[in-house]
T-cell receptor, first 116, second 112 residues
Framework: AQKITQTQPGMFVQEKEAVTLDCTYDTSDPSYGLFWYKQPSSGEMIFLIYQGSYDQQNATEGRYSLNFQKARKSANLVISASQLGDSAMYFCAMRELNQAGTALIFGKGTTLSVSS | KAGVTQTPRYLIKTRGQQVTLSCSPISGHRSVSWYQQTPGQGLQFLFEYFSETQRNKGNFPGRFSGRQFSNSRSEMNVSTLELGDSALYLC???????????FGPGTRLTVL
C-alpha cells in the first residue's frame, strides 16, 4: 500500500534563508507521481511542483525545487530565499500510476513559519 | 481561466440533517476529486470522478455519496450528519485522472 510520511510537524526559518521540508514515501509501484502543495491559513490548497518517478532530473518551479532521491524513497521540497508569504502548511502527496483504484494520498503536513 | 469553485463556502447544520456541496471544475478538466480535511485525520480521500463515472472511493461510510454531471460539475452529499462530519471539504479538478490536481477554496461544514 502506498504511504507518505512527513516527519517535521513544524519548521522555522528566517526570511531569505533556504529551507528543506522532508517527505518519504513507500510504494511497490515503479510508476508514480509525487506532488507538493501549499495550504495558507485561508485553506485553499495550492499546487507547487510535480516529480514523476521516471523523471531523470529534479523538478524545479521558481523558488521551489524537489530533491528526488529514488533509492531512498524521498522527495524533499527545497524553498530558496524564503519569504514571509511562504508561511503555510505544506503537504507532500503521491499517486501510484499503475494500480487501478488508487488515489492521491497526502502526508500529515509540515507547518512552515517564516520570520523577518 | 477561472479556478475551481465550491459552494457554499460555509455551512452550519445540525445532527441528522443532510447536506449537498457543489464543485465546478476548471474549464476543460474532466476529473474531480473530493477530500475531507480535519485537524485529527488530516486530508482524507473521499471520491474521484471522471467523465461522470466514479473511479475511486475512499474509506467512508455510505452516508457519503457523490456524482458528476455531463459538464464535469460535481456534487457531494452527506446524509444523517454526525458531529464528526465537521470538516473542511475540498474539491480538486485535473485535466485527466493522473495529472496534478487544482483545488477549490473548500466548504467548511460545521455540524452542531
Amino acid at each position: 500500500a502506498q504511504k507518505i510520511t512527513q516527519t517535521q510537524p513544524g519548521m522555522f526559518v528566517q526570511e531569505k534563508e533556504a529551507v528543506t521540508l522532508d517527505c518519504t514515501y513507500d510504494t511497490s509501484d515503479p510508476s508514480y507521481g509525487l506532488f507538493w502543495y501549499k495550504q495558507p491559513s485561508s485553506g485553499e490548497m495550492i499546487f507547487l511542483i510535480y516529480q514523476g518517478s521516471y523523471d531523470q532530473q529534479n523538478a524545479t518551479e521558481g523558488r521551489y525545487s524537489l530533491n528526488f532521491q529514488k533509492a531512498r524513497k524521498s522527495a524533499n521540497l527545497v524553498i530558496s530565499a524564503s519569504q514571509l508569504g511562504d508561511s503555510a502548511m505544506y503537504f507532500c502527496a503521491m499517486r501510484e500510476l499503475n494500480q487501478a483504484g488508487t488515489a492521491l494520498i497526502f502526508g500529515k503536513g509540515t507547518t512552515l513559519s517564516v520570520s523577518s | 481561466k477561472a479556478g475551481v469553485t465550491q459552494t457554499p463556502r460555509y455551512l452550519i447544520k445540525t445532527r441528522g440533517q443532510q447536506v449537498t456541496l457543489s464543485c465546478s471544475p476548471i474549464s476543460g478538466h474532466r476529473s474531480v476529486s473530493w477530500y475531507q480535511q480535519t485537524p485529527g485525520q488530516g486530508l482524507q480521500f473521499l471520491f474521484e470522478y471522471f467523465s461522470e463515472t466514479q473511479r475511486n472511493k475512499g474509506n467512508f461510510p455510505g452516508r457519503f455519496s457523490g456524482r458528476q454531471f455531463s459538464n464535469s460539475r460535481s456534487e457531494m452529499n452527506v446524509s444523517t450528519l454526525e458531529l464528526g462530519d465537521s470538516a473542511l471539504y475540498l474539491c480538486a479538478s485535473s485535466l485527466e485522472i493522473y495529472n496534478e490536481q487544482f483545488f477549490g477554496p473548500g466548504t467548511r461544514l460545521t455540524v452542531l
